[in-house]
């Protein structure tokens, strides 16, 4: 059965220091690592930055993003831990779906196909533990 690329959604906590707060690090991150992002919050002076982003792109680009701004020289307070599903492995066992307490999973009545909605997921691990083929990664 084919199956969508993975990819990933994080909220990020970046501090600038002084010395890099005029730099476009934001606009690297759209074009260069082809990343849909989203400002949650900005403080930004002459003396420092603190900004809140929500990436969202597929797993290897946000990997690299991550690395430009480490290697940039920006501090990364929070990666927010997050669960995520790697589609390839999966084999629609179903042995999630009983075991996760916020209803992630769903299965598909007519495919039978096991579908995981990660906005509903609170991190618990449960579905990490179960499952067989090792399709549940949890990142931080
Ligand atoms: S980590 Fe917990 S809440 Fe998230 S999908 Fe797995 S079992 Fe469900
Ligand atoms: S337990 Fe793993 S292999 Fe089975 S449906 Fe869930 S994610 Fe897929």
Redesign the pocket.
Known sequence: MAKNKMTATKKISLRFPRHLVSRPVVYHLIKDFNLELNILKANITSEEGHMVLELKGERADFDKGIEYLTQSGLIIDTLCREVT?NEE?????????TVCPSSS?TVDPVTRE?R?EEDKCVVCGM?IL???????ELHF
């Not at 492995?89 to 779906?97: E, F, S």
């Not at 499952?131 to 549940?136: E, H, K, L």
């Open positions: 599903r492995r999966c084999t629609d066992c179903g042995a999630c779906v999973f096991v995981f579905c179960s499952c067989p083929s090792r399709s549940m």
